[in-house]
């Protein structure tokens, strides 16, 4: 029983980050010029179909990218 306690609290934890996390976006207005995938000190900006694209799970938010797009198209849910 004590270990199906803790492995809930774990559970409850981890869900609580994911809640306060506030992921950044990119949106239509992207250009595809490249500036933020360069910018990302991570390196988990890549080029997808229609627009650059964050990997979100890896993000840490420290907002590089938004403030290096020109086109202001990444945004913070
Ligand atoms: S910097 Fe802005 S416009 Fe350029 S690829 Fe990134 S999101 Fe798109
Ligand atoms: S917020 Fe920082 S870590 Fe996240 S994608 Fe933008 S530059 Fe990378």
């Known amino acids: 029983m004590k270990i199906q306690a803790a492995a809930i609290v774990s559970a409850a934890t981890t869900t609580d980050m994911e809640v306060m996390k506030m992921a950044y976006k ?21 080029e997808g179909e229609e627009t650059y694209v964050i990997d979100a799970e890896q993000c840490v938010e420290c907002g590089s990218c938004a403030a290096a797009c ?8």
């Open 26 to 46: 990119i949106t239509e207005a992207c250009v595809k010029c490249g500036t933020c995938a360069d910018t990302c000190p991570l390196g988990i900006i890549t």
């Open 70 to 77: 020109p086109c202001e198209a990444i945004e913070q849910e």
